[in-house]
């Protein structure tokens, strides 16, 4: 009797195992699907900056709108700079690029700031206009680059820059920038 008692207890106890050994399984290959299905699927997010309209971003493309707010915001950043701001231009500007960019484009902006140290010349940007190509990654910002030395404006010039991008899951970086220089004109 009691040998039947301890076989039908290790049977009980075996089926139960089994059963939570499945039921691991089974989740197991629950969460690799949900992992798999949330790494493959295009991510969104919303954004509702400082515009009269809320923007959404996408892992699949960047949006026109997102890609002229950014550039915006970039060109107001990388084109305004004084004696006192150096510090911050650059790291605001190396803290947009992409990794793979931010060496060289480092390098490029710390001449710039080499140069303009100790100096009161001081530039900034009127924005005229802001043409954008999300497909090729780039935009271009049309403006007037303002240049002042002490107190006086000493040059006013219309120029056109051109920003590239790089764009990964949602994330959109900047690979360098400059200004386009037309055939026959000197930078």
Excluded at 63 to 82: F, H, W
Excluded at 84 to 103: F, H, M, N
Excluded at 126 to 139: R, V
Aim: glycine share 6%; proline share 3%.
């Amino acid at each position: 009797m009691e040998l039947s008692l301890a076989h039908e207890t290790s049977q009980k106890t075996l089926k139960q195992r089994n059963l939570l050994a499945l039921i691991c399984v089974v989740l197991g290959i629950l969460v690799v699907v949900m992992f798999t299905a949330a790494s493959t699927r295009d991510r969104e997010i919303v954004l509702q900056p400082i515009l009269p309209s809320t923007m959404t971003l996408s892992s699949s493309a960047v949006t026109q709108e997102y890609l002229e707010a950014v550039t915006r915001d970039t060109a107001q950043l990388a084109l305004n700079r004084s004696p006192e701001t150096l510090q911050y231009w650059l790291d605001g500007i190396v803290k947009i690029a992409a990794p793979e960019s931010r060496g060289a484009l480092k390098a490029d902006l710390m001449k710039i700031m080499q140069e303009q140290q100790g100096s009161q010349v001081t530039q900034f940007v009127t924005i005229d206009w802001i043409k954008t190509d999300p497909e090729g990654l780039t935009s271009q910002v049309g403006g007037v680059l303002h240049t002042i030395v002490g107190s006086r404006d000493v040059r006013r010039e219309h120029k056109i820059f051109e920003f590239h991008w790089k764009y990964t899951g949602v994330s959109l970086r900047l690979k360098g920038f400059g200004v386009v220089v037309k055939e026959g004109e000197d930078k």
